[in-house]
């Protein structure tokens, strides 16, 4: 159920103080560039140069990394021209203005918790606090957003009963936990049978070209059988009647 003095204010970027519009803006650019693949580096650094607070620029990229990496489908960071602000707009903005007036990690959860893991909660927290310093330093002040703490079910979704989160491991996922799947063996070193003639496993078929001589290969190399004497001059006993040769006993006329 929605909280009592549940606000999302303002609605609109039109009514926005230069700072909110300023870190919108920024965190749309930057979500911009992960859909049309353009490196939006130079004109972010350039935005926050002139707005006096250059060294934010690095942490804003490493907070839109985390929401990104964590929850790229629920923050809903809407395009550079919309008009409107989406909930999880007004939540970012809601936990850098809870750090801002003196919240800390359990004010970022109350904020982000209905989509970042805890894992990702603690790991945007680093960078969220150098954000908010290096705004305020600058003079960019974000105001308060109330009643929204992650229960909230109009603020956005609740994901506590995500199986995922829960530790339920779908299929899609076993490859990730370390399943071994039949197709990933062999990228993990299995070998299949005709594997190992890459890996140097000599079939029969192969020795002949490694060098192994059958003995059908023997003639070819020179080996000489009996068969082929005749052929390369051995003279046999019948053959010598034939070359001239007299046998004992008889006489030539």
Known sequence: MTKTGFSLLPAGVAAMPFGEKFVLWAMRVWADAEHTQRDPHNMLCNGFKLAGAASAYPSLDSVMTVLQGASPHCVGVRLPPAADVS?????????????????????????????????????????????????????????????????????????????RKLGHVYPDDRRKLGHVYPDDRRKLGHVYPDDRRKLGHVYPDDRRKLGHVYPDDRRKLGHVYPDDRRKLGHVYTDDRRKLGHVRPGRTVH
């Open 87 to 163: 909930v999880g707009e007004q939540r970012v903005l809601g936990a850098i203005a809870a750090l801002q007036n003196g919240g800390g990690q359990a004010a970022v959860d109350r904020y982000l918790g209905c989509w970042l893991p805890p894992a990702a909660l603690r790991l945007i927290f680093g960078p969220l606090v150098s954000l908010t310093a290096s705004l305020a330093q600058a003079g960019l002040f974000i105001r308060p957003r109330t009643g929204m703490d992650h229960e909230d079910t109009q603020a956005g979704p609740n994901y506590t009963d995500d199986r």
